[in-house]
Nanobody
Framework: QVQLVESGGGLVQRGGSLRLSCAAS????????VGWFRQAPGKEREFVAA????????TYADSVKGRFTISRDNAKNTAYLQMNSLKPEDTAVYYC?????WGQGTQVTVSS
């Protein structure tokens, strides 16, 4: 069983930054690709970013390219999402995912 716990969300003004963390339990974290997704009110969950098990390969949604950076520390069983130049349209609940597992989400709200 794997548990994922996101943290780091909050309220920030337009142009601000936040760093989300996704802490995983279990000993197989380093074998999985980790993804970040988000879901805004009334919208479907959408892909944000992903990083493969070793770290050098990353992918991003077009809407966040150049502003968000995904990373991971396998020694700490933790993945991160650094979010810069935040926009009101980035407001959503952010989830991390690993294999079939999902975290509970963390709320990010960007005010204008």
């Amino acid at each position: 069983q794997v548990q994922l716990v996101e943290s780091g969300g909050g309220l920030v003004q337009r142009g601000g930054s936040l760093r989300l963390s996704c802490a995983a339990s279990g000993r197989t974290f380093s074998r999985y690709t980790v993804g970040w997704f988000r879901q805004a009110p009334g919208k479907e969950r959408e892909f944000v970013a992903a990083i493969n098990w070793s770290g050098p390969s990353t992918t991003y949604a077009d809407s966040v390219k150049g502003r968000f950076t995904i990373s991971r520390d396998n020694a700490k069983n933790t993945a991160y999402l650094q979010m810069n130049s935040l926009k009101p349209e980035d407001t959503a609940v952010y989830y991390c995912s690993m294999g079939l597992y999902w975290g509970q989400g963390t709320q990010v709200t960007v005010s204008s």
